[in-house]
């Protein structure tokens, strides 16, 4: 079954306490996209990356890394988390030449930071 | 800079009373036009791209048609598992990695 797997689904930290949430996807797709949704502001784009190795910043980068070492795999890491990083975070797949449609988006995972 | 604004935020329909959700926007030269389905705790799910203004697509009772400066999904007859939060996104050429999302219209529609 195609899909992306993002973990954990809900994770509860401290401040400045670093964490990952890992997202993987199996459907061989060059791009990759971090995005986190707040109420009432939309879904807003982290960082994405077209292709391994290759990495760009979205609208709200800041506070956040990402690595694209394997095609499978884009890993959002925090490294010294904060109560404003406290979101719904989602990660989305497609193919190069659909990119954008980004058909297939993860399960999500519920960040609080307190 | 990419902008994307949705109305109205949420709307209210009874079963089978048709309605269109709009989608504004400003891009330095539209690559593509996305529409989006979410439900409440699941990630988007892709309908729609439109790619030229003109363009026209559909799929059982939604249809989403873009003219240069905004698109339209138009709901025939809903049901109300059509209920849900719509989203609108927009890639530019000059980007076309960069998605801007539009903050959504959610849909409620009443038996």
């Known amino acids: 079954e195609a899909q992306v797997t993002q973990n954990p689904r809900y994770l509860i930290t401290v401040t400045g306490k670093k964490l990952t949430v890992t997202c993987s996807q199996n459907?061989?797709?060059?791009?990759m996209s971090w995005y986190r949704q707040d109420p009432g502001l939309g879904l807003r784009q982290i960082y994405y990356?077209?292709?391994?190795?290759?990495?760009d910043k979205g609208d709200v980068p800041e506070g956040y890394k990402v690595s694209r070492k394997e095609k499978r795999n884009f890993p959002l890491i925090l490294e010294s988390p904060s109560p404003n990083q406290t979101s719904l975070y989602f990660c989305?797949?497609?193919?190069?030449?659909?990119?954008?449609?980004?058909?297939?988006f993860g399960q999500g995972t519920r960040l609080t930071v307190v | 800079e990419d902008q994307v604004t949705q109305s109205p935020e949420a709307l209210r329909l009874q079963e089978g009373e048709s309605s269109s959700l709009n989608c504004s926007y400003t891009?330095?030269?539209?690559?593509?036009l996305f529409w989006y389905r979410q439900d409440p705790g699941k990630g988007p799910e892709f309908l729609f791209t439109?790619?030229?203004a003109g363009e026209e697509k559909e799929k059982e009772r939604l249809k989403a048609t873009l003219t240069k400066k905004e698109s339209f999904l138009h709901i025939t007859a809903p049901k109300p598992e059509d209920s849900a939060t719509y989203l609108c996104?927009?890639?530019?050429?000059?980007?076309?990695?960069?998605?801007?999302f539009g903050d959504g219209t959610t849909l409620t529609v009443k038996p």
């Open positions: 990356s077209m292709n391994v190795e290759v990495t």
């Open positions: 439109l790619y030229s």
């Open positions: 891009v330095s030269g539209l690559r593509g």
């Open positions: 459907m061989n797709h060059e791009y």
């Open positions: 996104a927009v890639q530019a050429w000059t980007n076309a990695g960069k998605s801007t």
């Open positions: 989305a797949s497609s193919s190069v030449k659909e990119m954008g449609t980004e058909a297939f």
